[in-house]
């Protein structure tokens, strides 16, 4: 493995220094470092973050292929700055057993791009109905600690108590899709005034915040763990902020569509804007936005949900509902919170590795830590090219906008995924 000198990186926004990264671990830190032999990374002017972990992607393998690999998602998760993800559980066929979570653990491994997580369901099938063998997912290679249903909601009380007395014991933990389904059937997008305008069946935000309410409680009556999917309304916040205040073991995340975008974008009827949950009302993102600054919200993930053009080109009440996210997350961020480097680092690093349990990860670059970094140029702009994405799908919302901030380089266990903005593989 060759020896690499970053030279002159601004450590989260500190004054810059040199990184020297050998074997896999950054050795050597300061201003002036000379390594005969070593591979130069010219980094004037950039930004080391500890490489960004995302608490919930979507890969489709096994089973939609069409739409993402293992090895694609991996790729555009590592041009995104990322060095571990999370691989959400409803693939086909479900990843509801040890031997499709090791098979995804594996494919991760074989591509060697970012460190693949995988979430097993909670349910067989993700049908709600009959707990999956989170224990047998736990003790397999994969290791698995973070559990969800993603895509559905665990409606039934009942489970949901026994999913989370079952995780208890290794300090696993239940990730919610929040979404009561009952106060959701035929939504299209946000009900509120742009859905009364537009004619379309609303997704309403009690439906995300009755469910976080419970679970919560849920929860805090376990004595268990609980991390809420994709917060997306002011109501929940409130929740959330009285839960924590309670001392309730409650994470949430954010996506960054949820920190910029709004339900307006539906006036276009262009199903890029489908997601669920939905797109809000712009009270909602300000909400969101100060519930990430303050730590009420404690990560940004991407819900990175990749779909082939025959699921989004299409009218929208038949389009599938997600977006495309790691290959612009980071940029996203940026535009939202501006250059508070440690602020990111903490949302989209070492609060998602603390909160998984993510060893090697989610650690600012110093001597004796794994080299899992990223390098960013905060001074460039690049407008979003959606068949330059490295993922199989091309459903980014932000097809065309100046985006700030550009991904120059990210190391995985000291070895670079990315160069000069390009995968090395
Ligand atoms: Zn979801």
């Known amino acids: 493995m060759p020896t690499y000198l970053i030279k002159g990186a601004s450590v989260v926004g500190a004054a810059p220094t040199d990184l020297l990264i050998r074997d896999g671990v950054v050795v050597e830190t300061g201003r002036g470092l000379d390594a005969a032999g070593a591979l130069t990374v010219d980094a004037d002017g950039l930004v080391a973050l500890p490489g960004l972990v995302d608490l919930h992607t979507h890969l489709r393998e096994p089973g939609r292929e069409d739409a993402e690999t293992v090895e694609s998602g991996s790729r555009a998760a590592a041009l995104g700055g990322y060095t571990a993800v999370f691989a959400m559980a409803n693939t086909s066929p479900v990843a509801d057993t040890a031997g499709v979570v090791e098979q995804v653990w594996r494919l991760g ?73 009952r106060l959701t059937e035929g939504a299209q997008m946000h009900e509120g005034e742009v859905s009364t305008r537009l004619g379309l069946t609303g997704w309403p935000a009690v439906a995300e915040e009755a469910i976080i309410a419970r679970d919560v409680l849920l929860t805090e009556h376990v004595g268990s763990r609980l991390h809420v999917c994709h917060v997306s309304t002011a109501g929940s916040v ?80 038949y389009a599938r509902p997600g977006m495309l996210g790691l290959e612009t997350a980071l940029s996203i961020v940026l535009d939202v919170l501006g250059p508070q480097w440690d602020l990111i680092a903490e949302r989209m690093s070492r609060s998602p590795a603390r909160i998984a349990g993510l060893t090697g990860h989610g650690v600012d670059p110093a001597p004796g830590v794994p080299a899992n970094l990223t390098l960013v140029d905060p001074a460039a702009r690049r407008t979003v090219e959606p068949s330059e994405l490295a993922s199989r799908s091309r459903n980014t919302p932000y097809a065309g906008m100046a985006l700030p901030g550009r991904i120059v380089a990210t190391f995985l266990h000291g070895e670079p995924t990315v160069l000069d903005g390009k995968a090395v593989r």
């Not at 369901?121 to 989170?134: C, D, F």
């Not at 569509?257 to 993102?285: G, I």
């Not at 991407?302 to 080109?313: L, S």
């Open 109 to 181: 491994r074989e591509a060697g791009l970012v460190d693949v997580q995988p979430i097993g369901a909670v349910t067989v099938g993700l049908a709600g109905e009959h707990l999956a063998e989170l224990g047998a997912m736990a003790s397999s290679a994969a290791g698995v600690r973070i559990f969800s249903d993603d895509g559905f909601c665990v409606a039934d009380p009942r489970l949901m108590r026994r999913a989370l007395e079952y995780v208890k014991a290794f300090d696993g933990i239940i990730a919610q899709h929040a979404e009561e389904p």
């Open 238 to 317: 409130e929740v959330l902020r009285q839960a924590k205040a309670r001392g309730i073991r409650v994470t949430a995340e954010v996506t960054p569509h949820h920190l910029l975008l709004t339900d307006e974008r539906a006036v276009s009827y262009d199903p890029v804007f489908k997601v669920n949950p939905p797109l809000r009302t712009a009270a909602d993102v300000t909400a969101l936005r100060t519930a990430l600054v303050e730590g009420v919200i404690d990560v940004v993930a991407t819900d990175h949900a990749p779909h082939g053009v025959e699921d989004k080109e299409c009218e929208w009440a």
